[in-house]
Nanobody, 117 residues
Framework: QVQLVESGGGLVQAGGSLRLSCTASGRTFLTNFMGWFRQAPGKEREFVARIKWSDSSTYYADSVKGRFTISSDNTKNTVLLQMNSLKPEDTAVYYC??????????WGQGTQVTVSS
């Protein structure tokens, strides 16, 4: 079992920055990678970014590439999502997720990010 807790959400004006944190606990050695997803009101959940525990390789959705940076601290079982140049369309509940192989199987409760015009 793996538990994920997100923090760092809030209200920010367009062009501003926020940093989200996700701390994993439990049997974290079972997970291969960590990812961030988001879901805006009335829309389906979408992928944002992911990072592998083993080699720290990263991958980003085109919508956030160049603006968001995902990083990890293996010793602290923590993943960060640095969000810069935020846009109103970035407004959503952001979820941290952990997975093994190709599937995400553990999810956090989410943290609200609101970007005003």
């Amino acid at each position: 079992q793996v538990q994920l807790v997100e923090s760092g959400g809030g209200l920010v004006q367009a062009g501003g920055s926020l940093r989200l944190s996700c701390t994993a606990s439990g049997r974290t050695f079972l997970t291969n990678f960590m990812g961030w997803f988001r879901q805006a009101p009335g829309k389906e959940r979408e992928f944002v970014a992911r990072i592998k525990w083993s080699d720290s390789s990263t991958y980003y959705a085109d919508s956030v590439k160049g603006r968001f940076t995902i990083s990890s601290d293996n010793t602290k079982n923590t993943v960060l999502l640095q969000m810069n140049s935020l846009k109103p369309e970035d407004t959503a509940v952001y979820y941290c997720a952990a997975g093994v192989a190709g599937g995400y199987v553990y999810w956090g409760q989410g943290t609200q990010v609101t970007v005003s015009s």
